[in-house]
């Protein structure tokens, strides 16, 4: 009785008041984060970007779907200010360098490492985000456990790191150390569950557009030279999709 009184003696202060103050009905305040390129997703998101130094968990339904597209534009601004590579750890395909470079992010940047065992993927993410000079670290890791994936959190924070780690859709259900969880889905373009973030739920998936905004333009002035292919009928147009900035970005 003594302790209940005691704390119904105490003053009410509005939090609005208090700068340190987190109010479960807003985003979170954080250190601003890597511009995405999608400019609705950067208003869901506390920092307004990508944070670094944190988990960012993408799950998706196939391993390689819609990950150029969500994250390029990111990356390309992430390179800008520094002078490491992204390191690609266990990816599914390899990456079609020229559609990257001509989109900002020049393949040289990449650095590939292929590990076939779970346990080898994990050792190689974390060595990964310890050294100097890398700048993000990109990681399919459909087997982790959730004490596995803590263990690439506290390596990302501590070494102000960008990580990406990809699983599939049947995690949704687990639990996870990740600040940040996203859901994947959607063709022509992206449906982004934000399944977890620093902030009051989202329930209403985020529209993304499938073509960011480089490769969009790139794609329109190739449209508009004399001579190109997309002169002919759109019932013909529709078909011819062999040039390599008409392939959505992938790992394919």
């Given at each position: 009785m003594t302790a209940v009184s005691r704390i119904s003696s105490l003053p009410i202060v509005d939090p609005a008041g208090l700068r340190h103050v987190w109010r479960v009905a807003d985003l979170a305040c954080e250190q601003p984060g890597i511009p995405t390129?999608?400019?609705?997703?950067?208003?869901?998101?506390?920092?307004?970007g990508w944070p670094v130094g944190s988990l960012i968990e993408?799950?998706?339904?196939?391993?390689?779907?819609?990950?150029?597209?969500?994250?390029?534009?990111?990356?390309?601004r992430a390179l800008?200010?520094?002078?490491?590579?992204?390191?690609?750890?266990g990816a599914p395909y390899q990456p079609f360098g020229p559609s990257?470079?001509?989109?900002g992010l020049a393949a040289e940047r990449l650095l590939c490492i292929h590990a076939d065992k779970p346990s080898a993927r994990l050792w190689a993410a974390e060595q990964a985000l310890r050294c100097v000079e890398v700048t993000a670290v990109?990681?399919?890791?459909?087997?982790?456990?959730?004490e596995q994936l803590r263990r690439l959190h506290m390596a990302a924070q501590q070494q102000s790191r960008l990580l990406f780690v990809f699983r599939g859709w049947d995690a949704r259900h687990q639990a996870s150390p990740a600040p940040l969880r996203l859901l994947v889905e959607?063709?022509?373009s992206l449906a982004l569950h934000i399944?977890?973030?620093?902030g009051p739920p989202l329930l209403a998936p985020l529209q993304l557009p499938a073509r960011g905004v480089r490769l969009a333009a790139l794609l329109q002035a190739r449209k508009s030279r004399p001579g190109s292919e997309s002169a002919a009928t759109p019932a013909d147009a529709s078909d011819r999709r062999s040039h390599v900035l008409d392939r959505t970005p992938s790992l394919a």
């Open positions: 390129g999608h400019p609705e997703l950067e208003a869901a998101l506390p920092g307004g993408v799950l998706q339904q196939r391993p390689a779907q819609h990950v150029w597209q969500l994250l390029l534009p990111g990356l390309v800008e200010n520094s002078v490491g590579p992204v390191i690609l750890v990257l470079k001509a989109q990109m990681a399919w890791l459909p087997q982790a456990r959730p959607g063709g022509d399944l977890k973030r620093r």
